[in-house]
């Protein structure tokens, strides 16, 4: 039986596919590498969810929501926390 | 408060219920053409079509109306009935009965007509997908129900779409049943119109971002302009959000 790809959250997998409009891991790992800064598609990934996190954490912070490592791994994978900080990034045009 | 249907259940009770033997010999008169034996069959039964009609009250059709149509069906089974196979008349006459009032239903419920066959296949598309929701957590594809049913995927389709023509309401009706209520039209939301408090919350989880945005690595920003979408990667370019950058995100 195959390993299941990814985490598997409530609403969907928030890291297996790509954003809209954005990079797969596997494609970022390669720019960033081409770019001088080596890595693969894991650290991508890892790298990806620990900025989603940080970004958890203060919105977590500010909505009075808990700050446990738990609370904070499901926010920052749920796809559609990701989506909306992209909306809000995007929409400023960052 | 005083019934209209009253005084039809009281006269409904007047005849005596049959015993299997009158029920024989009644339908041997019947089978006769004796339209007295017909007559008495119908309203010593009048009391079962009642029951069944009463236990469709709550499909919003009008009672009179039900009973009238279990009445239909009670009359189609004494036409029917055959004493030689030994089955009591009540046993035969539910189905007949219930069978004429769910068409009835079936007809007049919605606003548009859907036709009986139609609706019996929407009753197992229906069942079919909660079962299957049920089994694999998942809806099934309309191919998959076609088979499954073995009808065609346009069948499956049109049902589909039947089942959403029960959920029909009149747009300028009006709610509940006070005539100086609101229309439903005026309960409906506008989904164009961003809310004051949606747009404070948007507000300050901008705010929120931007101090998120300044305490990034600088590996962290690329990566997540990257799967954002919001930079191409080039060898010149700085990734890293500008101070200018988080600045607007913080007055937006």
Redesign the interface.
Known sequence: MSMPKGHKSKHGYATVSSMDGGLGYREIAEKMSESGDKMNHSTARNIFLSAMKKIARDSCAAAGAPLCDENLKRISSDPRFQSGVIDILRGIDV | MKNSLDPYFKNAGRRKLLTREQEVHLSQRIEKGDESARAHMIEANLRLAISIAKKYYYSGCNMDDLIQESNIGLMKAVEKFDWRRGFKFSTYASWWIRQSVCRYISSHRNTIKIPAHASSLSYKVKKLISEYEEEFGQRPTNSEMADILGVTENMIKDSIDSIRLQHMVQYDGTVGNDDGGRHIFETIPDENITLPDDELD?K???N??A???S??TK??????R?????SE?D?KDDFS?KES??E??RR?
């Open positions: 948007k300050k989880m901008s929120v971002i101090t998120s945005l305490r990034l590996r962290e920003e690329q990566v997540m990257l799967r954002f979408g919001l990667i060898e959000f950058d988080i607007r995100v937006q």
